[in-house]
């Protein structure tokens, strides 16, 4: 497995427990605010894997991963 699929894998993970994080908060502004907490942690890891000149491919690679993995989750949990 390349190192660019256990990124999006970890952002997809990440999506997940902040849409399930997301759903327990009052307003929308914390929520969005879990979500971006979320991708600010995966540049962080993102980092620790590419050492070298793949700065674009950490700050973009799975970003719409983590959003749509977040907005499922955070529907599903809400609805429950």
Known sequence: MD????LLII???LGGIA????SQVPTFYVSVLVVVSAYL???AIGFLFFR???T???LTKGIITLVV????ILIV???L
């Open 69 to 72: 993995a977040w907005f499922l």
């Open 56 to 58: 674009r491919t950490v």
């Open 77 to 79: 949990t809400y609805n």
């Open 19 to 22: 849409g399930v994080l997301s």
């Open 41 to 43: 942690i995966s540049l």
């Open 11 to 13: 952002r997809g993970v």
């Open 52 to 54: 070298g000149n793949k």
């Open 3 to 6: 190192s660019e699929d256990k």
